[in-house]
């Protein structure tokens, strides 16, 4: 079973940029697509980006499009979410996860949080002045 764990998050002033990285366990991650989710204090876990396997499809939130770019490297089980021009709202609880589906596929419209499994705890993201 493969395990996520999340890392990068912090405090940083409306403006700025921060990298999130997911190091995935296992053997299996080049072959499955993957998410970036987040949730913020009093809301409900919402769909940030998503990538294919090979990393050449992506989809994105409208509320992130051209802020923020979702990336992996497959070589060192590596997923990343690059986050520029933060804005207070962006202020959640970052999490990566796993698509479901066979081993090689990617669907940019599955956007639930059913359509992930499994998870990894989360890193917290605020921006604030």
């Known amino acids: 079973q493969v395990q996520l764990a999340e890392s990068g998050g912090g405090l940083v002033q409306p403006g700025g940029s921060l990298r999130l990285s997911c190091a995935a366990s296992?053997?299996?991650?080049?072959?499955?697509?993957m998410g970036w989710f987040r949730q913020a204090p009093g809301k409900e876990r919402e769909f940030v980006a998503s990538?294919?396997?090979?990393?050449?499809?992506?989809a994105y939130a409208d509320s992130v499009k051209g802020r923020f770019t979702i990336s992996r490297d497959n070589a060192n089980n590596m997923l990343y979410l690059q986050m520029n021009n933060l804005k207070p709202e962006d202020t959640a609880v970052y999490y990566c996860a796993r698509q479901r589906g066979m081993s090689g596929s990617y669907s940019p419209t599955s956007q639930r949080l059913t359509d992930f499994t499994p998870w990894g705890q989360g890193t917290q993201v605020t921006v604030s002045s």
């Open positions: 990538i294919s396997w090979s990393g050449g499809a992506t």
């Open positions: 296992g053997r299996t991650f080049q072959t499955y697509s």
